[in-house]
């Protein structure tokens, strides 16, 4: 009885073991398992080779290798030195074409699966970008014309010139050059070529310059005040009276000792500059800088400007042939730089400082001592040592600072109906301490220093062309309309008072 128990019981404890036995195995077995998807230690990226071994920025390198992901989006790839991933271009299990970052600098290459990375046995050289050109737009306009350049690794101070003469440049960066179209190039079709450093460069396209009408140069009279090179009354005032140009009304030098002024009678011109009295000195003091001055009725009004470091509101008739002066009504604000103008048989001045109100002038009113009435009130942040012109009903005036931190080019037109609407740019960013004008039939002409711009009026914001754009043209500071043989002239004159007559080619 006890035996057959004992064997019972031996025989449950083997069962109890075999099953024991076969659990442990099985549970080996089911551990041993691989699974792709939830064992990535089989799955592990790998990195055979790539190409090619160097490259810039941008440059598109191939990796070999074994278990990347079909769908580029769960692969990452990182360059040495790059902040952010590399751009993937495409993908397979075994290949990888990625783009090298910007920022990538000479060092591994390493690719992330998941949770595992792995990283190139060899350096990716990152090649220092050369500087070369893209693109430029436009492909085509006249003299004058905006066009942009872009590329890679322009240097600072990169000069830009086409068919050997060195354009104007606006704006400049690592990536981008904008410059206009100089005059004298030829109306023909040029590479443009950029001097960045050392490296001299030339685009594929050629730029056609196109005609849209004449072109001018300034054509010298043989007469001169001074010497090339030395300057007169800086910042004096000129205008036409009786056929003559007055210029002057200020120190003729910054150490005179009083101010001067000077008369060119076309009648007489083989006398040139002639030397007058000194004004007198209650309307002009020999510290005075930026009057103005306008003709109307063979009357010269001029006033304001800036008496040592005060601006004045002084306003005065000044007799010509008596050199004399009669003492008008105060100007509404003191000012220097302001701007006049004759429209409609009506006097005009205003602006200038930081001034914004245009005022009409009327000689006969307040018994003749002249009164003043508010015309209309600028939007600009400064129109200061500007000028304007007339055309027909039209004035238009600049250039004016439109607000802080903004360019010096703005345009505007005054119509004579009180409002002040802006215009169309003029494209000439450079500085100039003044802005002669004139007009020719139904265009005006704005000069900046050795540019002249022809502005063409119409129903919107008018148009704008450059007629002279030439680095061996004179620098013109002041500009007049007389009468030769019946044809209306306009001169021009520079700093030493050379004489020069603006003509058409």
Not at 99 to 117: L, M, R, W, Y
Not at 231 to 248: D, E, R
Not at 372 to 384: C, K, S, V, Y
Request: charged fraction near 15%; include cysteine; glycine fraction near 8%.
């Amino acid at each position: 009885m006890f035996t057959t128990r004992v064997k019972v019981i031996s025989r449950q404890l083997l069962w109890v073991l075999l099953a024991l036995i076969t659990t442990l195995s099985a549970c080996k077995k089911d551990k041993g398992k691989s699974d792709p998807d939830t064992n990535p230690g089989n799955n592990k990226p790998e990195i055979i080779s790539f190409t090619p071994a160097n490259g810039t920025p941008g440059t598109i390198v191939t990796i070999q290798g074994k278990n990347f992901k079909p769908d580029a989006s769960l692969n990452k790839v990182s360059f040495a030195g790059a902040v952010a991933d590399a751009e993937i271009t495409r993908a397979s299990a075994t290949e990888l074409k990625v783009k090298v970052p910007t920022d990538a600098t000479t060092g591994k290459i390493t690719v992330k699966v998941g949770n595992e990375s792995v990283t190139s046995a060899s350096d990716f050289t990152v090649d220092a970008e050369a500087v070369s050109i893209t693109d430029f737009t436009p492909k085509q306009g006249p003299f004058g014309t905006t066009v942009t350049i872009t590329g890679k690794k322009f240097a600072f101070g990169s000069k830009v010139k086409i068919n050997g003469i060195e354009a104007a440049i606006s704006q400049q960066n690592s990536t981008q050059i904008v410059f206009t179209i100089p005059v004298n190039t030829t109306l023909t079709a040029h590479k443009i070529t950029v001097i960045s450093d050392n490296d001299i460069l030339e685009t594929t396209d050629l730029f056609t310059v196109t005609a849209t009408g004449p072109y001018a140069n300034w054509e010298s009279k043989n007469i001169s005040f001074l010497p090339d090179g030395a300057n007169a009354f800086q910042f004096g005032l000129s205008f036409v009276y009786k056929n003559k140009i007055y210029w002057g009304f200020t120190r003729m030098f910054f150490n005179s000792t009083g101010a001067d002024y000077v008369i060119y009678d076309p009648a007489q011109s083989a006398q040139g500059w002639v030397l007058q009295n000194q004004p007198p000195a209650n309307m002009v003091p020999e510290n005075i800088q930026d009057m103005k001055a306008v003709v109307h009725n063979n009357r010269v009004f001029m006033g304001t400007g800036l008496i040592g470091s005060t601006r004045s509101n002084q306003w005065w008739e000044f007799h010509p042939e008596t050199n004399t002066s009669t003492r008008l009504t105060d100007f509404p604000e003191a000012v220097k730089g302001a701007i006049t103008f004759t429209m409609n048989n009506k006097i005009y001045a205003g602006f200038g400082s930081s001034n914004q109100k245009l005022y009409e002038f009327d000689p006969s009113g307040n018994g003749n001592a002249g009164s003043w009435n508010l015309e209309a009130t600028g939007t600009f942040r400064e129109l200061n040592t500007g000028n304007a012109l007339v055309l027909g009903n039209e004035v238009f005036m600049g250039r004016a600072l439109p607000d802080l931190q903004q360019t010096r080019n703005a345009m505007y037109k005054f119509t004579g109906a009180g409002g002040i609407t802006r215009i169309s740019d003029m494209p000439d960013i450079q500085p100039s301490l003044t802005t002669p004008s004139f007009t020719i039939g139904n265009k005006g002409y704005f000069v900046i220093g050795k540019n002249v711009w022809e502005f063409t009026a119409d129903a919107t914001d008018g148009t704008w062309r450059a007629v002279l754009s030439d680095s061996n043209a004179p620098a013109i500071i002041q500009t007049a309309m007389l009468t030769i043989n019946g044809t209306s002239v306009v001169y021009g004159w520079t700093a030493s008072g050379r004489l020069y007559e603006f003509r058409f080619n």
